[in-house]
């Protein structure tokens, strides 16, 4: 294997690294600091793609390597962090283990997408990054705005395994929903654009109004999968 071929690797590696420190950091009852390298692993998992391409180093390793790091950044480590969330919150213990199933069913959509050739320009149900920053913003903002109505919703008993039950369902459906690569004409090129303009006035709002930041990433993911949901909906 060249030299060139191991660069997206490398950068792959930095994916799964964040994920494990993140990891630690959430056991330690670090949920804010662990969602940072969340993010820092989202932007390592599209850097990978974008020096693959640049480069043309595709690889089969670099394949099971990118979705193996994305268990850990994007499985393992939201639902740890809900996990968390819970029994901070003074959950049942028997609750608590519910989030731990968003690992699981990451683990499929994961291996889904790795054998489905309908999904090069486009998804099937959600992708696991979107579904684990919004899991990670959440657990991040509870912990920094316990006394909030989002920290109260998310300590009770009966809404985090709601949302998990919700996110499990999106990861395996077979709902389309735009991606970011490929082609940016027509229609999704339109729906992108959509997106990020939404997405920027939540990001002025939550800015004008002082809120906390983590509240841009939770809105921008649950604007995106109501856009999908809508869009679905309407066949477009």
């Given amino acids: 294997m060249s030299f060139k071929t191991n660069i997206p690797n490398a950068i792959t590696a ?3 690294l964040c994920g494990l420190v993140a990891v630690v950091l959430v056991f330690a ?22 020096a693959a391409r640049a480069l043309g180093a595709f690889s089969p390793i670099g394949g099971e390597l990118d979705s193996l790091s994305d ?10 962090m809900l996990h968390r969330l819970m029994r901070d919150s003074g959950a049942p213990c028997a609750l608590c283990f519910i989030p731990l199933l968003l690992a699981v069913f990451s683990a499929l959509r994961l291996a889904k997408f790795n054998v489905d050739e309908r999904q090069h320009e486009s998804f099937l149900g959600l992708a696991t990054p979107a579904c684990a920053i919004l ?16 920290a109260g ?12 039950a919700g996110l499990c369902a999106l990861l395996v459906c077979e709902v389309p929903m ?11 090129g339109t729906k992108r654009t959509a997106f ?9 709002v939550v800015a004008v109004f002082g809120l906390h930041w ?10 995106y999968i109501c856009m999908n949901l809508i869009f679905a909906a309407l066949k477009v």
Avoid: H
């Fill in 135 to 150: 899991c990670g913003a959440l657990a991040a903002y509870c912990q920094a705005r316990p006394e909030s109505w989002l």
């Fill in 178 to 188: 735009f991606s970011f690569k490929g082609k940016s004409q027509g229609l999704p």
């Fill in 14 to 16: 930095m994916n799964l």
């Fill in 214 to 223: 983590t509240l841009i990433p939770i809105g921008a993911v649950l604007v």
């Fill in 153 to 164: 919703l998310g300590g009770s008993v009966w809404f985090i395994p709601a949302l998990c």
């Fill in 71 to 80: 268990m850990v950044s994007f499985g393992v480590l939201p639902s740890l």
């Fill in 29 to 50: 009852g670090r949920s804010e600091t662990a969602f940072v390298l969340m993010l820092a692993a989202s932007f390592f998992d599209l850097c990978d793609g974008l």
């Fill in 196 to 204: 990020i303009c939404i997405a920027l006035i939540a990001a002025i």
